[in-house]
């Protein structure tokens, strides 16, 4: 398996634009995860997906954030309008929810956003 | 809730030497505990985890990590540091294993000397 797949890698935009991060989960896992690296606040979690189906949204910071999970092998993380302090590695994360490691999480490489 | 402390933002050892990462937690009921350890530019990577049995557990390149219950801690060893494991590590907990999210600390980052 290749793992948690995110893509962009890197993503420059000017202020005000939307951008839009996804995120391809490792097959057979039921949870995902968004999480958010900056030096100030470390890492955060912004939003869960269990089954497809969000279960804690209370990390997002703001309306301009959404996550959505249309399968269990896609998500995306969008920020409309992007602000230059939404700048930041935005991690997934996947995990299964059965079989022996069902406890721990995997994490793609990470797209590093850097708004203008 | 639940949350997670490293209180050192960085340790120095030098090569050889053994190494220590502290980690305390608070969780309601029994905790899921793990390591993850990111190199730079990279993804975080899963080092060991905690869930039942041994409190001392083994993971990936060597690592350790000990579960003490009574002072609600899971600090990271390594009898013997080398050089490449210089990164950040960070520890997480979880309320339990189907699904629930991770909380992570703030990381400590691990500088090891020649």
């Known amino acids: 398996d290749a793992g948690v797949i995110q893509s962009p890698r890197h993503e420059v935009t000017e202020m005000g634009q939307e951008v839009t991060l996804r995120c391809k989960p490792i097959s057979g896992h039921n949870s995902l995860f968004w999480y958010r690296q900056t030096m100030m606040r470390g890492l955060e979690l912004l939003i869960y997906f269990n089954n497809n189906v969000p279960i804690d949204d209370s990390g997002m910071p703001e309306d301009r954030f959404s996550a959505k999970m249309p399968n269990a092998s896609f998500s995306t993380l969008k920020i409309q309008p992007s602000e230059p302090r939404d700048s930041a590695v935005y991690f997934c994360?996947?995990?299964?929810?059965?079989?022996?490691?069902?406890?721990?999480?995997?994490f793609g490489q990470g797209t590093r956003l850097t708004v203008v | 809730a639940q949350s997670v402390a490293q209180p050192e933002d960085q340790v120095k050892v030098a090569e050889g030497n053994p190494l220590t990462v502290k980690c305390t937690y608070s969780?309601?009921?029994?905790?899921?505990l793990f390591w993850y350890v990111q190199y730079p530019n990279r993804g975080l990577q899963f080092l060991l985890k905690?869930?039942?049995?041994?409190?001392l557990v083994k993971g990936s390149y060597g690592f350790e990590a000990e579960f003490n219950k009574s002072q609600t801690s899971f600090h990271l060893k390594k009898p013997s540091a080398l050089v490449s494991d210089s990164a950040l590590y960070f520890c997480a907990v979880t309320r339990n294993n189907a699904g629930n999210m991770l909380t992570f600390g703030g990381g400590t980052r691990l500088m090891v000397k020649p």
């Open positions: 905690y869930i039942t049995g041994d409190n």
């Open positions: 994360a996947s995990r299964p929810t059965r079989g022996q490691d069902r406890s721990a999480a995997f």
């Open positions: 969780v309601s009921g029994n905790p899921y």
